[in-house]
Each structure stands twice: as C-alpha cells, then as structure tokens.
C-alpha cells in the first residue's frame, strides 16, 4: 500500500478542500482515477476561435429564422411553410388538405371560411388566424392538434 501523503490539486469554488488523502495520483472532483489532470492541454486558441465563430453563426441563422416566422415566411411557398409547420410526420396530409380546401391560396374565402385551411369563424377566433401562410398553418396546426391529430373537422380529407 502507498504511503498516506495528500496531494493539493485545486481549489474548488464549491469550497472542497482539493486534498485526496491516501492518494498519490492527482484527480480532480469527477475526474476519472489514473488521469493526471495538470498534464492535460486546453485547447488551441484556433479551435476556441472555431467554436466562438459556429457560435456566431447560429445565433445569426437564429434571428434570421425569428425575423421569417414574424413576417410570415413572406418569400417562401405555401407548400414548404405548411411543411415547415406540420413537421415531416404530418406534412403530406396537410398538403393534401390544404390544396383541397384552397388551392394552397391565403386569401381563399368560402362564406365564413378563410385562408389555405378554409377555418371557420369560431375556429379562427380560437386557434389564431393572419394574413399570412405561416399564421394560418400555425392556427390550422393548433386546431388539428387540439382534435387529436385528427383531419375529421376539414371537409377535405387525406
């Protein structure tokens, strides 16, 4: 058996001590036995330039798809907002709805009915409703999940 020196390692901020009595080997506070962790390297300053600019990056595609959804998706297609809303696993059905209902037109009207899911009054009041597509699949989206993920309140079905 080894002898029962203490190693000093650090100073943690939760106030430990930083001592592993009986110990030689040097192990931080949820570091892995046997690793000595003062030989360690940080990582190059180019790899920590990398990661501050992937960073960068996708805070800006961030604001850039907050700045479409506010406006509305105004400069894509029907078709790919509709799919953008309803995710992979709904979009084909809610294509199919949509074009049935209105020829994926946002300005669609039928007596009460408005929009690429033809929404009825009450339910335009309830789930949202707007000028653009991306409101109207948000408000045809909100609707559908409230039924269950179930088509049965649109005339045209998948």
């Known amino acids: 058996m080894r002898g029962t020196t203490e190693t000093k390692l650090h100073e943690a901020p939760c106030g430990h001590s ?10 931080a506070r949820g570091g892995v ?3 000595d962790m003062a030989s360690m390297k ?4 180019r790899s920590i330039a990398i990661k501050n600019l992937l ?12 700045a479409a959804n506010a406006e509305g998706y105004s400069a894509r297609p029907v078709p790919l907002i509709i799919c ?10 809610a294509l199919e709805v949509s074009w049935c209902e209105s020829r994926f037109a946002t300005d669609a ?4 009915y408005r929009g690429i899911f033809q929404m009825g009054s ?18 045809a989206e909100r609707y559908f999940i409230r039924t269950g993920r179930d088509w049965s309140p649109w005339e045209c079905r998948p």
């Open 18 to 27: 930083g001592y592993f009595p009986g110990s030689d080997r040097r192990r």
């Open 42 to 45: 940080p990582p190059p300053a």
């Open 84 to 93: 953008d809303v309803f995710g992979h696993r709904h979009c084909a059905d």
């Open 122 to 139: 009450w339910e335009r009041r309830t789930f949202g409703h707007g000028s653009s597509a991306y409101e109207q699949a948000r408000a």
């Open 109 to 112: 009207r039928n007596g009460q």
């Open 55 to 66: 960073a960068i990056i996708a805070f800006i595609i961030a604001l850039g798809i907050a």
């Open 33 to 35: 036995e046997g690793v």
